[in-house]
Nanobody, 124 residues
């Protein structure tokens, strides 16, 4: 099972940008589909973005479409999430997840491994 460690979260003003990273180890990263999810206080976890093993397929939640970009570097075993035009509704703990089937899934139950999360706080 792959181990995942997120980084890049923090406090940012509304309108700003963040680039989250998720480093993977212990598995064959290039075969995994990867996803980003988030959970705000008092809310359920929600899908943000996903990317297939090859990077050829990506999906985005409507809430980030047009201002979010997921990408991966299979040489560095890392997946990224660039978020622009941040607003307070983006405040959440962001988790990356790995899907051994290699798909770009928007369903949390299809992911086998999860990171510990990184906090993103957007101030108004």
């Amino acid at each position: 099972q792959v181990q995942l460690v997120e980084s890049g979260g923090g406090l940012v003003q509304a309108g700003g940008s963040l680039r989250l990273s998720c480093a993977a180890s212990g598995g064959i990263f290039k075969t995994y589909g990867m996803g980003w999810f988030r959970q705000a206080p008092g809310k359920e976890r929600e899908f943000v973005a996903s990317i297939s093993w090859s990077g050829g397929t990506t999906y985005y939640a409507d809430s980030v479409k047009g201002r979010g970009t997921i990408s991966r570097d299979n040489y560095k075993n890392t997946v990224f999430l660039q978020l622009n035009s941040l607003n307070p509704e983006d405040t959440a703990v962001y988790y990356c997840a790995a899907n051994a089937a290699g798909w770009a899934s928007n369903q949390g139950y299809e992911y086998d491994s999860w990171g510990q999360g990184t906090q993103v706080t957007v101030s108004s």
